[in-house]
């Protein structure tokens, strides 16, 4: 794979991240706030939430990030491309115990290693 491919897919990876980032952000003003989200108020609902603005940031990353996931597609294959979205669950998790003050366990960092590992050997031959 170029090297510009391999970017590409890691930049992709931190906009994934920086949407779920930002959607945790919006959880926690929900919470904090006492509001909920009410899939029977489906517009009022939103309404709350697009006032929030973590939660407009969130969609405004994930748009980017989806109309980037197309750029790369055109010029990767799925199969090599999609396991790199599993980086997301290995840095999410660690971004999560500075920003959110969340505990990982010792399974975690053993489930991170295989992920990471499988990355790695995934993109060898490509």
């Known amino acids: 794979m ?34 909920a989200v009410n899939f029977n108020k489906i517009l009022e609902t939103f309404i709350t939430l697009i006032k929030i603005p973590y939660f407009f940031l969130a969609l405004i990353v994930y748009a980017s990030a989806t109309l980037f ?10 199969s090599i491309a999609y396991p790199f979205t599993a980086l997301a669950m290995v840095i999410i998790p660690i971004l999560s115990i500075f920003l959110f003050q969340e505990k990982l366990s010792f399974n975690y960092w053993i489930g991170a290693a295989f992920i990471v590992i499988g990355i790695f050997i995934i993109s060898i031959k490509s």
């Open 69 to 78: 996931w197309l750029f790369i597609l055109q010029k990767i294959p799925l």
């Open 2 to 35: 170029k090297t510009i491919y391999f970017f590409y897919l890691i930049i992709f990876v931190l906009l994934m991240c920086t949407g779920q980032i930002l959607f945790k952000k919006t959880a926690l003003i929900l919470s904090q706030s006492n509001l």
